[in-house]
Nanobody, 120 residues
Framework: QLQLVESGGGLVQPGGSLRLSCAAS????????MNWYRQAPGKEREVVAT????????NYADSVKGRFTISRDNAKNTVYLQMNSLKLEDTAVYYC?????????????WGQGTQVTVSS
């Protein structure tokens, strides 16, 4: 059974840092692109960062470029999101995501989310 389990969220002051982790199981982690999304209260879920299967390519939302870094350790089946220079507007629930083909259809899989609150 595929599982994505996020951790590392919490309360941090503006300008601070957090490192999120997502432990994956139940599929061949090293073969798939992984994504971090976030959803702030009253807003739609948005993609924050993406990393390809071998980690060679990454992509970021404009709002986090230069502040966030996505990485992965395929030996540990884990993807990370290092968040620096956090801003109030980064407050959201952060979700780990991957997309697999299931019976010919792409299916999104999500973790339970981890809350990040940036507040003074």
């Amino acid at each position: 059974q595929l599982q994505l389990v996020e951790s590392g969220g919490g309360l941090v002051q503006p300008g601070g840092s957090l490192r999120l982790s997502c432990a994956a199981s139940g599929f061949t982690f090293s073969s798939y692109t992984m994504n971090w999304y976030r959803q702030a209260p009253g807003k739609e879920r948005e993609v924050v960062a993406t990393i390809t299967s071998a980690g060679g390519l990454t992509n970021y939302a404009d709002s986090v470029k230069g502040r966030f870094t996505i990485s992965r350790d395929n030996a540990k089946n884990t993807v990370y999101l290092q968040m620096n220079s956090l801003k109030l507007e980064d407050t959201a629930v952060y979700y780990c995501n991957t997309r697999l083909i299931n019976w010919g259809t792409w299916v999104d899989y999500w973790g339970q989310g981890t809350q990040v609150t940036v507040s003074s």
